[in-house]
């Protein structure tokens, strides 16, 4: 039942509500926000992919230089280089990182932004790509011998990676998305599938149809779940309420999502994202902006949905327990990130990750007790028919 806590990076300081300070690559704001995660407790650190963006795979190798623990999630868009070559490089950050490389697989969602980078397929032939893809990556990192590959998309012939990750069998896949490409996709190779904040009805839905897809593939195990949100932490209910609307009516000021998606994406409340997963969060939005404990939708309208945009609004242990409420429901783990990024980082490891990483502990402790119970109870019953 242990849960994942995963934050995320970026090498300079801006989100929806900060305008961008200092350079595109601030290696010291960079280094102090992968130190800061680690000091929090997180288990991972996202490190995001967008074609404006800076690369990836050396920012993690950078935050891997300077931490010491962290787990690094890279998210990675098939299609643009070899899965051979992809391999490689992965193992090899995998080996310099001792293990603690996991790769997050986004297939792109956005026509306009994969045109960015010369990317002209149809969004079901991106999924087809991706599965084609996926298909040669694990091969590389776990075949011993050389192999052939001829799929819908890529050919090899007598392939073999000399470098193979320090993490065996390989390096965990996570995958994100909401459309039935996605969940048969991501069903089919994902150790973990990624969902953004949704109430928890809808959000049991696509658990639902990730473990179909996953069983449709003919898997024998099921993916992880990971599931995003924005929290707003407050001393009490009205102080984190206030603290809300604050956040709210900045993003409405300035008018534009974060970071690398500030150029990609359409903005506010007009837009029409085609991604699923923005679509969804809109649905939601539309339905009424408070679902469930504590989830706040408002942020996902006023920004088109550009990213996972729906909070949890509350006192730490009010967002603690809607955390769980997601535990409950199938999550294994729970990406968090904030509006004030690097500060909000460090009270989430002071004020929020406990909290839930004791009632897990807690609850952990009550089902070994309970097994133990029930051992003992059969064994006596069964000594008790032994002895007639």
Do not use: C
Request: hydrophobic share 40%; proline share 6%.
């Amino acid at each position: 039942m242990s849960v994942e806590f995963i934050g995320m990076i970026s090498t300079h300081d801006v989100s929806e509500t900060r305008p961008a300070h200092g350079p595109v690559v601030d290696p010291d704001y960079t280094r102090r926000f992968a130190r800061a995660h680690e000091e929090a407790g997180f288990d991972r650190i996202l490190v995001a992919h967008s074609s404006a963006s800076p690369d990836p795979n050396q920012v993690a190798a950078y935050a891997a230089a300077h931490t010491e623990r962290l787990g690094l999630l890279i998210a990675h868009r098939p299609g643009f280089i070899a899965p051979t070559v992809a391999a490689r490089t992965f193992a090899t950050l995998d080996q310099f990182s001792g293990g603690r490389v996991a790769v997050h697989i986004i297939t792109g969602g956005h026509d306009a932004e994969q045109r960015r980078d010369g990317d002209y397929l149809s969004k079901d032939e991106r999924y087809a790509r991706t599965d084609d893809y996926l298909t040669v990556l694990t091969r590389a990192w776990t075949e011993e011998e050389p192999f052939d590959h001829e799929g819908s998309h890529y050919r090899f012939a007598d392939f073999k990676s000399e470098v193979r990750p320090a993490r065996q069998p390989r390096i965990p896949l996570f995958f994100g998305g909401s459309s039935e490409a996605a969940y048969r996709v991501g069903g089919k190779h994902a150790d973990t599938f990624a969902l953004w904040g949704e109430p928890l009805a809808e959000t049991a839905q696509q658990i639902a149809s990730v473990r179909a897809a996953a069983v449709a593939a003919g898997r024998t195990d099921v993916p992880g779940i990971s599931v995003s949100f924005r929290p707003i932490l407050g001393r009490t209910e009205a102080e984190a309420w206030e603290r809300a609307h604050g956040i709210l009516a900045t993003i409405k000021e300035r008018g534009t999502p974060f970071g690398g998606l500030r150029q990609i994406l359409p903005v506010g409340p007009a837009a029409s994202p085609q991604n699923v997963g923005s679509q969804r969060l809109l649905a939601a939005a539309a339905k009424g902006d408070r679902h469930d404990r504590a989830l706040w939708t408002a942020p996902a309208a006023a920004t088109g949905a550009a990213g996972n945009s729906t909070a949890l609004v509350g006192t730490p242990e009010t967002v603690a327990q809607a955390l769980l409420d997601y535990v409950d429901i199938g999550a294994t783990t729970l990406l968090i990130r904030g509006y004030d990024p690097l500060d909000d980082a460090i009270d989430y490891g002071r004020e929020l990750l406990p909290l839930v990483r004791q009632e897990v502990a807690r609850r952990e402790a009550l089902t070994a007790r309970e097994a133990a119970g029930q051992a003992e109870a059969e064994a006596r019953a069964a000594h008790a028919v032994a002895a007639r």
